[in-house]
T-cell receptor
């Protein structure tokens, strides 16, 4: 089955620790996205990548970093600089941004502070 | 800057009631419009989308939405809801740059609870 796989499903972070959330897609999509979902806030864009080896900051990139070394993978690192990391993180992909396409979403990772 | 407003935070209905969830956006140009649904414990799924053409679009599970350009609105409707429609619904808008799509901007979501 083609889709987006996020892991782990639940993640706990200690103070001062960096943690990395995995996102893999086998849809052969060019574009990938990371969103943060907080109750009552909807989805807010953290980072996005339209092509391998390129990525752009979204609306709330501070305290996060990403890499896009392979087309199918777009890991998100939540650094110790992110002071309020507790949230539900969603990864999405889109065929490309040259046409009208919907985004496909993974099942999410819930990050909590220990 | 673009923004999306969903008017209702939480809607509670009985089964068979009709549903209308409001969505307004602020962007003066051409837009692509989406409704996504997130059932409890599941990932976001596309419910329906509008890119061009007939402003009344039909999606999965009996949902439809109407794009009213003059009102910058894309309200979601269903004539008769079921308990299984209990979920959170997100409206999203992307700028359409002559066929090339900008980033999605999401509304804050509306929780729908359907009482059996």
């Amino acid at each position: 089955d083609g889709g987006i796989t996020q892991s782990p499903k639940y993640l706990f972070r200690k103070e001062g620790q960096n943690v990395t959330l995995s996102c893999e897609q086998n849809l052969n999509h060019d574009a990938m996205y990371w969103y943060r979902q907080d109750p009552g806030q909807g989805l807010r864009l953290i980072y996005y990548s339209q092509i391998v080896n390129d990525f752009q900051k979204g609306d709330i990139a501070e305290g996060y970093s990403v890499s896009r070394e392979k087309k199918e993978s777009f890991p998100l690192t939540v650094t110790s600089a992110q002071k309020n990391p507790t949230a539900f993180y969603l990864c999405a992909s889109e065929m490309d941004t040259r046409g009208n396409q919907p985004q496909h979403f993974g099942d999410g990772t819930r990050l909590s502070i220990l | 800057a673009q923004s999306v407003s969903q008017h209702n935070h939480h809607v509670i209905l009985s089964e068979a009631a009709s549903l209308e969830l409001g969505c307004n956006y602020s962007y003066g140009g051409t837009v692509n419009l989406f409704w996504y649904v997130q059932y409890p414990g599941q990932h976001l799924q596309l419910l329906l989308k509008y890119f061009s053409g007939d402003p009344l679009v039909k999606g999965i599970k009996g949902f439809e939405a109407e794009f009213i350009k003059s009102k910058f609105s894309f309200n979601l409707r269903k004539p008769s809801v079921q308990w299984s429609d209990t979920a959170e619904y997100f409206c999203a808008v992307a700028a359409n740059y002559g066929g090339s799509q900008g980033n999605l901007i999401f509304g804050k979501g509306t929780k729908l609870s359907v009482k059996p």
